[in-house]
C-alpha cells in the first residue's frame, strides 16, 4: 500500500522530470560547465537559503496549536539549517569569487521570485505548502549533490572546501527526505493537497533559477589533467 509521501512523488513526477531536463541542470551534473557558471550557482543559492532560516520560523508560527507537532518539526529543521549560508560564501571564497560582493549583492530575479512566493505561501495561504518548498530543494540535493560536486572538483580542480555546500547537503538531505516522509504521511487531506499544488510550482520556480544562470563551458585553462 502506497504511503502520502509515495502519492506525493507520484503526484510532482512530471514536473520533477521537466526540472531534470534543464539544461543547466544536464550539463553541470556532466562536467561541461565551467568555473563562471558554478560561481553563478552558488551566488543564486546563497540569496534563496539565507531565507530557509526565516522560513521556517514564519512556517512555525503560522501553525495552529492542534498540529503543534509540525510546529516541532520546523524547530527540527531551523536546528539542521543554521548558518548553511556561510558555507556557502566560504565555498564562493575557496574557489577565487568575491563573497562579500555576493553578501551585499541582489539576488537574480528568478531567486527574488522563488523567495517571494514563498513567504506569500505561509502568510496569505496554507503554511504547511511551504514542505512543497522543502520537497523541491531537498530532493533535488539528494539526487545531484554529492555528483555533481565529485564531477566538478575533477573538471576544475578546486580543493574540497570550495564543495562544502553540495557535499554537506547532499549527505544530510538523505537524513531529511526521511524525516520529511514521516511529516507528509502525517497530513490531512487539505494540507496534502497544500504541499502537491506547492510542489509543482516550486519546481517551476526553482527550475528558473537555473534556467536563467549562465551556462558558459568549462575552459581549457579550467581543465586539470
Known amino acids: 500500500m502506497s504511503t502520502a509521501f509515495d502519492r506525493l512523488l507520484q503526484a510532482t513526477?512530471?514536473?520533477?522530470?521537466?526540472?531534470?531536463?534543464?539544461?543547466f541542470i544536464r550539463e553541470g551534473a556532466a562536467g561541461l560547465l565551467g568555473l563562471e557558471s558554478y560561481l553563478a550557482f552558488l551566488t543564486e543559492a546563497y540569496h534563496h537559503v539565507r531565507h530557509t532560516t526565516p522560513l521556517l520560523?514564519?512556517?512555525?508560527?503560522?501553525?495552529?496549536?492542534?498540529?503543534?507537532?509540525?510546529?516541532?518539526?520546523?524547530?527540527?529543521?531551523?536546528?539542521?539549517?543554521?548558518?548553511h549560508q556561510e558555507w556557502i560564501l566560504n565555498d564562493i571564497r575557496e574557489a577565487g569569487g568575491d563573497a562579500e560582493a555576493v553578501r551585499h549583492g541582489q539576488p537574480g530575479m528568478a531567486t527574488d521570485i522563488m523567495v517571494a512566493y514563498a513567504y506569500d505561501l505561509i502568510q496569505r495561504?496554507?503554511?504547511?505548502?511551504?514542505?512543497?518548498?522543502?520537497?523541491?530543494l531537498e530532493g533535488t540535493s539528494v539526487r545531484l549533490a554529492t555528483g555533481v560536486a565529485d564531477?566538478?572538483?575533477?573538471?576544475?580542480?578546486?580543493?574540497?572546501?570550495?564543495?562544502?555546500?553540495?557535499?554537506?547537503h547532499g549527505g544530510?538531505?538523505?537524513?531529511?527526505?526521511?524525516?520529511?516522509?514521516?511529516?507528509?504521511?502525517?497530513?490531512?487531506?487539505?494540507?496534502?493537497?497544500?504541499?502537491?499544488d506547492a510542489a509543482r510550482v516550486f519546481y517551476r520556480l526553482y527550475g528558473n533559477i537555473f534556467r536563467d544562470l549562465p551556462r558558459v563551458p568549462v575552459l581549457m585553462d579550467e581543465v586539470q589533467a
Open 13 to 23: 513526477e512530471e514536473e520533477r522530470q521537466a526540472f531534470m531536463s534543464i539544461p
Open 57 to 83: 520560523m514564519a512556517c512555525g508560527s503560522r501553525v495552529p496549536p492542534e498540529k503543534e507537532w509540525l510546529r516541532d518539526a520546523m524547530a527540527h529543521y531551523i536546528e539542521e539549517e543554521l548558518g
Open 125 to 136: 495561504r496554507n503554511p504547511v505548502g511551504f514542505l512543497g518548498m522543502v520537497l523541491v
Open 151 to 168: 564531477r566538478l572538483q575533477d573538471v576544475l580542480g578546486l580543493p574540497a572546501k570550495a564543495f562544502t555546500y553540495l557535499r554537506t
Open 172 to 196: 544530510l538531505d538523505q537524513g531529511h527526505m526521511r524525516f520529511f516522509a514521516g511529516l507528509v504521511n502525517r497530513l490531512d487531506a487539505d494540507d496534502f493537497a497544500a504541499v502537491v
